[in-house]
């Protein structure tokens, strides 16, 4: 089964997000194969379906002055934070194809995250109560998925070499007792992000039994206001 890997740099969460709903919809509809979006976004709160704002610790004023919006989402989960040195991915991915089965598909991303960490001796764990990855008590990837039409969005967000000062501004889904690593701050070194992309894609591939092949990274604003063009390989 083939899938198309974007790897699109910086993008806002709401260009992202319209750029996952109109893969979604050409996807339902047969038109593109799996698509895979690589991406980092600028500094963003999230607020999932079963989330509450309650768990935004930071008042709305502080946030501001940051620059840091807070946006309530169609995903599964609680409060997520989004900022650079994050590798965020969203597998826009036929599950018709796969059984139909949505704890098999969250169980196979937090797979493919768990064996890329293992690369970099990074020792990581889910919690069968609370999708996400997690090196001992410390939420290192967190997940949140949507499905509509038996096709997923929205995915998997990855510490890389992210600064973890702003997760002091909310409780990491919803967990008051936990707090958020990332890959550099275990290691004591950043390390290059395409490395990290290069391990994780092998291991997608192989957990998902997909054929991966790049896509164009340029991306290209439509004529019409909610649409976003990427080139896809014949």
């Known amino acids: 089964m083939r899938c198309i890997v974007y790897q699109l740099g910086s993008i806002e969460y709401r260009k992202a997000y319209r750029l996952q709903k109109q893969l979604l919809r050409q996807r ?25 704002l309650e768990n935004v610790l930071a008042p709305p004023a502080q946030l501001a002055q940051q620059g840091i919006p807070v946006l309530f989402i169609d995903r599964g989960g609680d409060v997520t934070y989004h900022g650079p040195g994050q590798l965020v991915g969203y597998p826009i991915v036929d599950l018709r194809d796969r059984g ?25 764990t889910i919690d069968e109560s609370h999708a996400g990855v997690w090196v001992q008590n410390e939420e290192i990837a967190a997940i949140g998925i949507a499905v509509k039409k038996w096709v997923s969005m929205r ?6 070499n992210t600064d973890l000062k702003p997760f002091s501004l909310i409780n990491p889904c919803g967990f008051s007792n936990r707090r958020a690593t990332s890959m550099s701050e275990i290691l004591s070194q950043e390390l290059p992000i395409t490395n990290v992309i290069e391990l994780l894609l092998a291991h997608f591939s192989q957990v998902f039994d997909a054929k991966i092949e790049w ?17 896809f390989p014949s």
């Open 100 to 124: 139909r089965d949505l704890h098999r598909y969250v169980h196979d991303i937090e797979a493919s995250i768990i064996r890329t960490l293992g690369d970099f001796s990074i020792p990581a």
């Open 28 to 52: 339902a509809e047969g038109q593109i194969p799996d698509v895979l979006l690589l991406l980092e976004h600028p500094p963003t709160i999230t607020i999932g379906k079963s989330g509450r």
């Open 215 to 231: 896509g164009s990274d340029k991306l290209t604003e439509s004529t019409h206001a909610d649409s976003i063009l990427l080139d």
């Open 155 to 160: 995915g998997f967000a990855l510490n890389v």
